[in-house]
């Protein structure tokens, strides 16, 4: 039985004093929620978001690593300075990451071992545009950015390693696949674990749905028998929305 995982994003947004209202504010929301509950904030609000979330069920996350331990990597965060933050999940291969920072299937696969090296859990994201969704290309981009950007990994990483599927023309656009949709294209990434690692690791690997997941279509997603939880955008950064989200089947 996979525990659902409902993780924000919070991408770039919010100061330091922001972050401390909006955790403290949300606790005694999600106090009693069903799911891991995880926050990924920016690098500038994690000290702040681990002490406002002390004692809590809330788990906070990074949106980036580098692969490296050190190094003349101007702007980037190794996963020891991650680690010394206590930090519990980071966010690797974001469609924006790809998009505007040159994000590979073979960076990615570099940075996910860093994380796991630190103990670190990551939320690796798969995910075609629209341009590939209309050629019929959906099944190829997410069978070669899930075997290449998970290549080497053995069983035991898979119980810490979180996938994302966020459809790329979906983020932040207000577009939304239907609930059968997206049920069906984490299905195909879950064949595409079975067949390309072992069907244990496709059965036990949780699988979120991160394409404006909202308050409005949350619950019939959540539904969805291959839906494991939220990679959550826009609704993440406001108290009432998240909460909602995370308490889904309330």
């Known amino acids: 039985m996979r525990k659902p995982i409902i993780a924000g994003n919070w991408k770039m947004n919010k100061t330091m004093a922001e972050t401390k209202d909006m955790i403290t504010a949300l606790k005694p929301l999600v106090a009693e929620a069903d799911c891991d509950v995880v926050l990924c904030v920016p690098f500038t609000d994690l000290q702040t978001a681990k002490k406002a979330a002390k004692g809590s069920n809330v788990k906070i996350g990074a949106e980036n690593v580098h692969w490296a331990e050190k190094g003349a990597f101007t702007g980037e965060v190794s996963a020891d300075m991650l680690k010394e933050l206590k930090v519990d999940y980071v966010i690797i291969g974001h469609s924006e990451r790809r998009q505007y920072f040159g994000e590979t299937d073979e960076t990615v696969n570099k940075r996910v071992q860093a994380a796991l090296n630190a103990k670190i859990k990551p939320i690796v994201c798969v995910g075609e545009t629209e341009a590939e969704r209309e050629g019929g290309l959906t099944e190829k981009v997410l069978e070669r950015q ?10 035991k990483d898979f119980d810490k390693i979180v996938i994302a599927y966020e459809p790329v023309w979906a983020i932040g656009t207000g577009k939304t696949a239907t609930a059968t949709d997206a049920n069906n294209t984490i299905g195909y990434i879950r064949h595409i674990l079975a067949k390309k690692f072992h069907r244990s ?3 036990k690997t949780r699988i979120q749905y991160g394409g404006s997941m909202n308050v409005k279509n949350c619950k019939e997603l959540m539904a969805e028998e291959e839906i494991d939880g939220g990679l959550i955008g826009g609704a993440s950064l406001k108290v009432d929305d998240f909460a ?4 889904y089947n309330k």
């Open 146 to 155: 899930i075997v290449e950007g998970l290549k080497g990994f053995k069983a």
């Open 201 to 203: 690791i496709a059965e």
């Open 244 to 247: 909602y989200i995370v308490n």
